[in-house]
């Protein structure tokens, strides 16, 4: 019984969390879902918002942010890793992190972002500030704007899921133009159901269906290729723990106590499209997306083992 109503609590808080995201962003289907079991599956998620300027990266972002003891950081071209650490060092009870323009930092000032991200904690002339768990929500636009840098593959592979906003349509424009449609400033997010969602995806006990049908999901994304070549140039470790906590807390938000390939499936995209290798990438975006839909319906084709 108390399996049962801690699943209950579980739906009922995703899809809470679901409905209050539909009251700050226009359209963005999935990236709502996304957001919502990133935030919910674990309290230390590194989220990547990435798209055009003006699809509501920042007004999400800023909206999240106010459930929490937050600190922003605004990245600029000139900005030194010791701006960043002298911001922070006084913040050791942050709970989440915001980083606006992420793809405007210098090389140096992403490197202290690996530590931080990586080890929850800065080092600072010989001192270790350490922080407990916090989210990061960072913002990036897209490459062709002026004044951005690429980030490397090291600094994207810290984080967990990276979002992409697509742009409006015609009749998401009317809504926002015409429908007097205003984002609410203050988050009514619950912190109690944060740490209540996290610590029953903790609690979740997989069966050995449950992994066989993850290992074979895993199996089929490390196998990824273009062009012949593997898409991934590393093991995937972390994106795969990831991948698994997302879907115990899907499974979870559908009040099943066991892993189906759709909990994953949908969700592909943005735990494993910025761990591509770089150098493979760089063949076409259009035939690396046609790759991932190829394997998500390879992913969905699979099935659980009684």
């Keep these: 019984m108390e399996t049962i109503n801690s699943m209950e609590r579980v739906n009922q808080v ?55 003891n937050s600190e922003r950081i605004s990245i600029t071209s000139d900005m030194l890793p010791s701006d960043v650490q002298n911001q922070l060092k006084t913040k050791r009870d942050l709970e989440l992190l915001q980083v606006d323009e992420l793809n405007r930092a210098s090389g140096k000032v992403l490197s202290a972002f690996i530590e931080l991200f990586a080890e929850k904690q800065l080092s600072i ?26 980030v490397p593959q090291a600094v994207y592979d810290r984080f967990d899921v990276n979002i992409y906003f697509e742009n409006l349509s015609d009749s998401e424009k009317r809504q926002l133009f015409f429908n007097d449609f205003e984002s609410p400033i203050k988050s009514n997010i619950n912190e109690n159901d944060l740490h209540f969602t996290k610590t029953t995806v ?21 196998e990824m290729k273009i062009n012949g070549q593997k898409l991934f140039a590393g093991s995937n470790i972390r994106a795969h723990k990831y991948a698994l906590r997302i879907a115990k807390l899907v499974a ?20 494993y499209m910025h761990r591509i290798n770089q150098n493979v990438a760089i063949i076409g975006e259009e035939k690396v997306l046609s790759i991932f839909e190829d394997v998500q319906k390879k992913i969905l084709a699979v099935k659980r083992k009684r």
């Design 252 to 271: 979870l938000s559908n009040e099943r106590d066991y892993i189906l390939s759709s909990d994953i499936a949908e969700f592909i995209n943005y735990v």
């Design 14 to 68: 995703y899809n809470s969390v679901l409905s209050s995201l539909n009251d700050v962003l226009i359209g963005q289907t999935n990236v709502k879902k996304v957001i919502a079991a990133s935030i919910l599956c674990d309290l230390n998620s590194r989220i990547l918002l990435t798209g055009n300027t003006g699809t509501g990266k920042t007004t999400l972002s800023n909206y999240l942010a106010s459930s929490f």
């Design 202 to 222: 903790d609690e979740f006990k997989t069966k050995k269906s449950d992994e066989d049908l993850m290992m074979q999901i895993f199996g089929l994304i490390d």
């Design 125 to 150: 002339a010989g001192e270790k500030y350490e922080f407990h768990d916090f989210y990061v929500l960072a913002t990036q636009n897209s490459a062709d704007i002026s004044g951005t840098f690429n």
